[in-house]
């Protein structure tokens, strides 16, 4: 199966989109370009405007343009802060909370396994764990970054700061680190 990825925002979206396409890969997912045909096309959204999120919306409805029988996946920032209006979007199938990306290969096997794959009418299912709930962080070996001559390192996930303006503690949670 192929999955494409559109990844919107910031660097940490970046690394969250490798170390999806590293589980993927082992569990024999073959990795494409957004502008490919894929079976699966991964959304990985950001929240900061009104701007980003309509990017973000926007690239489900190239993902569908492209293969209006794939499977989206909604995840990223805009489907942490806003699951409930994501998952009524029309061609969404998955939604993932932050704290769930890593999860990605074990639910679309499972649904491949299921045969949950094929689209359905109504509201997207919706995969989100407690994003403030304890946990550890731990950082996947990723080699490569689809269409980067440069790799990101990512040490530290979410904020402890409660700055008026910023959404990182509720789409990110608590800051965590890998302690290794």
Request: hydrophobic share 35%.
């Amino acid at each position: 199966m192929k999955v494409a990825f559109t990844t919107l925002g910031c660097r940490t979206n970046q690394h969250d989109t490798a170390e999806m396409q590293v589980l993927l890969e082992q569990e024999g997912f073959s990795i494409v370009n957004s502008s490919e045909t894929a079976d699966i096309y991964v959304v990985n959204t950001c929240t900061v405007t009104a701007r980003s999120d309509y990017s973000s919306r926007l690239a489900v409805k190239k993902s569908l343009a492209i293969n209006e029988n794939a499977m989206v996946v909604f995840t990223g920032c805009y489907a942490q802060l806003n699951s409930d209006e994501a998952a009524q979007m029309d061609g969404l199938d998955l939604v993932l909370g932050n704290a769930d990306k890593l999860k990605i290969a074990d639910l679309l096997k499972t649904k491949l396994q299921n045969d949950q794959f094929l689209k359905k009418p109504g509201p997207a299912e919706i995969s989100m764990s407690d994003i403030h709930a304890k946990r550890v962080f731990r950082t996947l070996p990723v080699t490569q970054f689809q269409g980067r001559s440069k790799a990101f390192i990512k040490v530290q996930t979410g904020c402890d700061e409660k700055c008026s303006f910023c959404t990182v503690v509720r789409a990110r949670g608590s800051s965590a680190s890998d302690t290794r």
